[in-house]
């Protein structure tokens, strides 16, 4: 691997803060949810480590595999849906970060398998346009991620049915505004669906 000492610290700094966010902004419960960087030239993942307290979580934790989950660094297994995160970034070059997360709103609408059309300015340039639901799969296979590969081909997150939504970005800090703003949404609509009938904005009523 010819990615330096000092890079990898670097990328499992980010992962790690990363996740103790997500947890403490209540994206993930209990040891639920997995985020990744991509290190494309090396070919291996910076990964969060399976069924670990966030909490208590260290740099030392974090884990380095490859797209085939050989791990190259670290103590522990990673993320029982590493194979979500390698399908991902096998089939979409732009991909440099993935944030996998059971946040509860977002999830609530996987949950029913409803798209949420596009109600709010955010979901234009951050999800880039309606959060789409991808077909369910059993938990930790390879086909979690590519049912969502279609989908996030033209957006920045998809709600995965009966289990949670997946944002994307460049960088680990756009996957994780755009799993932030996925939940947002998806709060924001199920408050709107209660007190009345919410309106797409005008132009994205067939997105
Ligand atoms: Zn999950």
Known sequence: MRLSSQQIRTYKQAVLLTAKKAY????MA???GNLSIFCREEGVMVITPSSYDYRIMEEKDIVVVDLE????EGCHKPSSEWRMHGEIYKHLPH????V???SPYATSFAVNHQTIPVILIEMIPFLKGSLEVSPYAEQGSAQVGLNAVPILKRKNACLMANHGVVA???TLDQAYI??????????????????GQPVVIPG???E
């Open 178 to 195: 755009n799993s932030v703003y996925a939940e947002d949404t998806a709060k924001i609509y199920h408050m709107a669906l209660s007190c």
């Open 168 to 170: 994307v970005g460049q």
């Open 204 to 206: 994205y009523e067939g």
């Open 69 to 72: 989950g050989r791990v190259v």
């Open 30 to 32: 209990g040891t639920s």
């Open 100 to 102: 996998h997360t059971h």
């Open 24 to 27: 403490d902004e209540k994206l």
């Open 95 to 98: 991909v440099g970060a993935v």
